[in-house]
């Protein structure tokens, strides 16, 4: 996407202007996406291998996941940002970003999931077996959607968290949201319109989530 | 025939079932009582296999439950087991909970599948809770589901783990009535119960257990009559009267 570029220091806030905030709203909004699908997937399956293995939690993927939930997102991303260059394989902006925030998203879900799993008890899933099903049934048919249902708020307030999160891959000089508003602010000397501006974009997109999110919970509900 | 035959479980240090021997024929209602745990349960979770053993074999016409080869996702369809929680799928219909397994573990097509847990549904008295979710279902309700949900994988035997423990007094009965009715069917069946009538009135054989041990196994007649062969067993009817 070609960003428009300001000729003249310190014009004030135009229409066109906004054009500019949304072209690096739909940026948010693909690196959300992106990071945040893919997270999930690999939170499934992280999340999963937690619930299965103790010693697999506890010693070597939990601690990976734990020091991912744990350091400062800003942090991870500039030390990853500058270390693929070091390992020969630079990255630019957007993937380094987009990787970064995925890892992250997948160990928020991982926990999750691994919460949603063990919601669905023993009891449950021995009666599941006792019908005969299999692990992998079992799995499918009742720990899944069961599990999957209670910790889905959760699982909304991660997705909410990541796409706002992405505002920090600006510190890397992607332009998403956040960046494209702080160079118009430099521009138009107008935070406050600016501002405003940008966080009806980030509510334009976390609302749909959540407004979708709380009719599928009302749905299952009843 | 279910045929266990000396098996020893243990729970870490814990011995529950100290050598254990008990055939049951087919068409035999034998119910086991005892105290908490004595291992009642825990005998019912070897027989299809939800808990390994120490020791022993259990034989469920003639497959060895226990044995490396066995399939015991295929053994367990033929065991149809009714807990004291009655675990619904709380996502699932009444008729999408009993149909679910036939439809995925047995491959029935829906249509098929939906036929068999409507029947079953109609078989425990629940025909006109078809398409209710089990939140809007009593536990006497769910439980008789439960039983639907067993039912509809046309099982040889039923076990049945203290599956009125967890009810509201008012709401036994009809758990118990629907479990004389598959008695009264004929239905091979091993109930751990704390409920003597039931034992007294459906049994073919009583067991009593103790402390890991069947102290006594015999017609009700011997066990809740005057003279229990064991002093046990006495004592422990006694102090529930």
Redesign the interface.
């Known amino acids: 996407m070609e960003q428009s570029t300001a000729v003249v220091f310190f014009t004030g806030f135009q229409l066109r202007d906004i054009w500019y905030l949304a072209e690096a709203a739909g940026r948010t909004l693909l690196i959300s996406i992106i990071s945040i699908t893919v997270g999930s997937i690999l939170g499934c399956v992280f999340g999963w291998m937690l619930y299965s293995s103790k010693w697999l939690g506890a010693m070597t993927l939990g601690l990976v996941l734990d020091a991912f939930r744990s350091v400062p997102l800003i942090i991870q991303l500039i030390l990853f940002f500058n270390f693929f260059p070091i390992i020969g394989v630079p990255l630019d902006p957007f993937t380094a970003g987009t990787f970064v925030l995925t890892i992250y998203t997948a160990a928020l879900v991982a926990n999750v999931v691994r919460g949603g799993i063990e919601a669905v008890g023993i ?2 899933r ?9 692990y992998w ?1 079992d799995m499918r ?2 720990v899944w ?2 599990g999957l ?1 209670a910790v889905f708020p959760a699982w909304v307030g991660v997705a909410l968290g990541v796409m706002k999160d992405s505002s920090l891959v600006s510190v890397l000089g992607y332009v998403e949201l956040l960046r494209a508003s702080q160079i118009l602010i430099t521009r138009t000397q107008e935070p406050f319109i600016v501002l405003a501006v940008a966080g009806a974009f980030y509510f334009a997109l976390s609302y749909p989530l959540s407004k979708f999110s709380a009719r599928l919970e009302g749905k ?1 509900q009843s | 025939m279910i045929e266990v035959k000396n098996i020893h479980k243990n729970f870490g240090d814990l011995h529950v079932l100290k050598g254990i021997d008990l055939t049951v024929k087919k068409g035999e209602v034998v119910c086991v009582i005892g105290a908490s745990g004595s291992g009642k349960s825990t005998l019912l979770y070897c027989i299809n296999g939800l808990e390994k053993i120490q020791k022993g074999e259990v034989f469920v016409n003639g497959v060895s439950v226990h044995a490396k080869g066995t399939d015991i996702n295929k053994l367990r369809q033929n065991l149809g087991m009714v807990f004291q929680q009655w675990n619904s799928f709380p996502h699932l219909t009444a008729l999408e909970n009993v149909a679910l397994s036939p439809r995925i573990v047995k491959k029935m097509s829906k249509k098929e599948a939906n036929e068999t847990a409507k029947k079953q549904l109609i078989h425990v008295g629940l025909e006109d809770k078809l398409n209710v979710y089990p939140s809007a279902l009593s536990g006497g309700q769910q439980q008789r589901l439960a039983i639907a949900r067993a039912l509809a994988m046309d099982p040889e035997y039923m076990l049945f783990d203290e599956a009125t423990s967890a009810l509201d007094p008012e709401l036994v009965g009809e758990v118990l009535d629907t479990m004389r009715l598959l008695a009264k069917e004929g239905m091979t069946m091993i109930c751990v119960t704390h409920e003597m009538s039931f034992a007294r009135d459906v049994s073919d054989r009583v067991a009593y257990f103790h402390e890991g041990v069947m102290e006594e196994i015999g017609p009700p007649e011997q066990i809740f009559g005057k003279n229990p062969k064991s002093e046990n067993t006495k004592k422990f009817l006694t102090n529930i009267r």
């Open positions: 009891p449950m021995r009666s599941s077996r006792s019908l005969g099903m299999s049934q048919y009742v959607p069961i249902r299952w």
